[in-house]
């Protein structure tokens, strides 16, 4: 019952900028940490940014100084500001929450769909 709800994907030029939003829905009873993975075509799965409950970042070194993850706890939506975009940026990227329904204390990962991110030269 519980889904990951991505919006703000599209297709922006070099230089340009975008803002990912993933809003968790259904009986939550916690969300611990959340994050953004991307795929590139032919290219594995890799962990963009993560942030914690208590708003601790983490980020791949592509990004850095580019990139950044926020959330608001209240609304469960976790938020990946993009800025100075790169052709190497297209990707699909994915939102993930470790988190527990109100059914069980056990922490699990949910996935996003995925929303495509293209950036052109």
């Known amino acids: 019952q519980v889904q990951l709800v991505e919006s703000g994907g599209g297709l922006v030029q070099a230089g340009g900028s975008l803002r990912l939003s993933c809003a968790a829905s259904?009986?939550?009873?916690?969300?611990?940490?959340m994050g953004w993975y991307r795929q590139a075509p032919g290219k594995q799965r890799e962990l963009v940014a993560t942030?914690?409950?208590?708003?601790?970042?983490s980020y791949a070194d592509s990004v850095k100084g580019r990139f950044t993850i926020s959330r608001d706890s209240a609304k469960n939506t976790v938020y990946l500001q993009m800025n100075s975009l790169k052709p190497e940026d297209t990707a699909v990227y994915y939102c993930?929450?470790?988190?527990?329904?109100?059914?069980?204390?056990?922490?699990?990962?949910?996935w996003g769909q995925g929303t495509q991110v293209t950036v052109s030269s």
């Open positions: 993930n929450a470790d988190l527990r329904t109100m059914a069980t204390f056990k922490y699990y990962d949910y």
């Open positions: 259904g009986s939550i009873g916690s969300i611990n940490t």
């Open positions: 942030i914690t409950r208590l708003g601790t970042t």
